[in-house]
């Protein structure tokens, strides 16, 4: 038996799952890019064609949430406690699902004005899919990659507060006085989605911290 094959035999198979995240990762951060491009323009055929690459990475997302499944049914050992992988995966999951619910608020209800705090709260979306990265990749080696990982989550929570600033300010800037109430609401639905979206991506940083305790 070569050395290959001999290392092939004593490494751990869970070692499989770790592609899988880092796909999971990669995805996130490509549908937090396109949503940040869709709030930067109020072109309805950008806005439609962005919609539908989002459509197609959630399908993605989805896959890769199945292979997962897959895989941790057919190891014996893994990583990380089960139950913590499964959830950390669906809120992953969830992230996306809302990521995409906005592109389509925002194309069935036709908003054509740019609100900056839109674009804003996009880009704190965009930057916490950047830490949620992170996180993944140091998953390989989580004794040695602590502080990193700790750090990201430290992050995702200041984004977060970032990001209440930002909605609590938006608040007041979209109401306008004599406005249409229907488009009000309907800009304040969107406005409350991105928030929900940023609370979500603080929530996967619970989860990294929960794998972390495990493991320690």
């Not at 070569?2 to 999971?24: A, E, G, H, I, Q």
């Not at 990265?133 to 700790?150: A, E, P």
């Not at 608040?171 to 409350?192: A, C, Q, R, Y």
């Amino acid at each position: 038996m070569n050395r290959n094959s001999l290392l092939n035999v004593f490494t751990p198979k869970y070692y499989s799952l770790f592609p899988y995240f880092d796909n999971s990762a990669e995805n996130l951060i490509l549908a937090a890019e396109q949503l940040k491009l869709l709030m930067q323009t109020n072109d309805s055929i950008k806005q439609i064609s962005i919609s539908k690459q989002l459509i197609e990475l959630e399908k993605i997302g989805n896959n890769v949430m199945y292979d997962i499944y897959t895989l941790l049914n057919r190891l014996l050992i893994v990583p990380f406690d089960r139950e913590d992988i499964i959830k950390l995966i669906n809120k992953v999951d969830k992230i996306l699902h809302t990521i995409t619910k906005i592109s389509r608020m925002m194309n069935f209800y036709k908003l054509s004005e740019l609100f900056p705090v839109y674009s804003e709260l996009a880009e704190i979306i965009y930057l916490t899919s950047h830490e949620i990265g992170i996180c993944f990749k140091h998953l390989r080696d989580v004794s040695d990659s602590k502080r990193q990982i700790i750090k990201a989550c430290e992050n995702l929570n200041q984004l977060a507060k970032k990001a209440d600033e930002i909605f609590y300010f938006g608040v007041l800037s979209l109401f306008t006085p004599n406005g249409n109430m229907t488009h009000l609401m309907k800009k304040k639905e969107i406005l409350e989605t991105l928030k929900s979206c940023v609370g979500e991506t603080n929530s996967v940083a619970e989860s990294f911290r929960k794998i972390l305790i495990k493991a320690a």
